[in-house]
């Protein structure tokens, strides 16, 4: 059990930096050529519109899993401590006579 909740928690540390890292903004180049117009097959991206890079996706696929691992350690956890009820019925008084 504590493998599994060492592992949830690497994943979600792991994502956490990735998403943290890839949201960083990249620095702006200051030369290039204006008077031209753009090359056919790039994609026109509109200022303000985010578009997830794959270190993102990958991110946000390990918090997710990480989150699963977390709760299905706290479920055991909790499971652990509860320990179920005897299924098998009590026995019956004898009669006296």
Do not use: K, Q
């Not at 890839?22 to 050529?33: N, T």
């Not at 890079?53 to 691992?69: C, H, K, N, R, W």
């Amino acid at each position: 059990m504590r493998i599994i909740l060492l592992v949830a928690i690497t994943a979600l540390v792991v994502g956490a930096c990735l998403i943290a890292f890839s949201a960083l903004p990249e620095p702006e180049s200051s030369f290039g050529w204006t008077a031209y117009a753009p090359l056919s097959n790039t994609v026109y991206s509109p200022a303000g519109s985010h578009v997830l890079s794959t270190a993102e996706v990958v991110g946000f696929g390990l918090m997710a899993a990480g989150l699963i691992g977390l709760a299905f350690w706290g479920g055991c956890a909790v499971g652990r401590e509860h320990p179920r009820a005897d299924s098998t019925p009590a026995p019956r008084p004898t009669e006296i006579d």
